[in-house]
């Protein structure tokens, strides 16, 4: 678990669809019909296809790219990182492999190798306009937003009217800078431009919330929610909590305030109060699987095990990949011998999406006792 440092949640426009958007321009016919599983969100089927692809052609660095994206939509981020290298030896001088390399390291939080991959990706296409507006992504999620700022304008000087950056920035002005007029033109920009419905109804939303008297302080929320960062990094615990506790006040509809709040909760070891504040996270945003599975951890560490375990089953029915879901379920199911049964499907499933993950060991030790 970890605090919410991406402040923005909608700051990820260009993350992964632009960069789909540009390997359709080179997709082949015979490839359209496992690309189709993946936006269906077959993703077995999809690693089965491309799998065939990649044997057929063992040259044909797209294929092993379009393995890599399957394999991890699947979460299977180790086999995907190796789909991804071979594809970026194949093809030197094509960024789009390092770029998905980066998703990977960015979802696992490994910001450092993440950014020595993308500036790597940025040498090989110097001024790409995705590959700047990923890099915004990066710094704005570990709290850097002068230069999440500074690489989005890069981009849009690349090219005026690239959406992502576009959306971004005007996100960017709208909940963090608290700048409304500048948001307003950057969103009518964006709408000008945009084949993104789900990006176009946040915008219209955006600009809808503008206008309208009484909308939640949520820049000055913003900037405590920056301070408890830094005094959660800082292990200042009592301060995080008080400046998580303020930007809730000025702002009560905002998620990441209130995961914040339960992750310096937690901190403190006042888990009881972790609770409450995960259940507001989630009131605010029932889809953010990170406050759920901080809402279940949580609840274990106040002794409600029944309540852990129906959280982590409804984080499974919203993620099935997410591992660390399935390694809880694990353990809790483990603390009763009666359901070893389930404790080993859990321990199973955990070491097949992460079979290099922080408890593989655990996992497999317990198993290894517990074959029967």
Known sequence: MSISSNI??????????????????????????PISDLRRKKYDRAIASFEIAV??????????????????????????????????????TNPVPLEFQACVLMDLEQWDNAERILRAALDM???????????SALKFSTGNMTTAKAYLDKARASDPA???ALFNLAWLNYSWL???????????QFLAVSDSREYESVAKQAMSDMSRAGKPQRHEAAIQVNRGIACYKSQEWPEAIKCFEQAVSLDPSWDTAYHNLGMAHIAAGASRSAVEAFKNALKQNP??????YALACARRNTGDNVGAISDLHELVKMAPTYADS?????????ADRKSYA???????????????????????????????
Not at 125 to 135: A, D, E, Y
Not at 354 to 363: C, D, H, V
């Open 287 to 292: 889809s953010r699987t990170d406050s759920r």
């Open 326 to 334: 399935h390694y809880l379920l694990g353990v809790l199911y483990s």
């Open 55 to 92: 044997k057929e052609k063992p040259g044909n660095g797209n294929y092993l790219t379009w393995l890599g994206v399957s394999q991890w939509k699947a979460g299977k981020n180790d086999m995907a990182m190796e789909s991804f290298r071979k594809a970026a030896g194949l093809m030197p």
């Open 178 to 188: 608290g700048r409304k007029d500048d948001a307003r033109n950057l969103f009518e």
């Open 162 to 164: 690239y959406s992502p």
């Open 125 to 135: 296409s110097p001024g790409n306009p995705r590959i700047l507006t990923r890099l």
């Open 8 to 33: 923005l949640r909608g700051f990820s426009l260009s993350a992964y669809a632009a960069t789909i958007a540009a390997m359709l321009l080179t997709a082949t016919s015979c490839s359209r019909g």
């Open 342 to 372: 389930k404790a080993r499907e859990h321990y199973n499933r955990y070491l097949e999406l992460a079979p290099k993950g922080a408890y593989s060991a655990a996992a497999k030790q317990w198993l290894s006792r517990n074959k029967s």
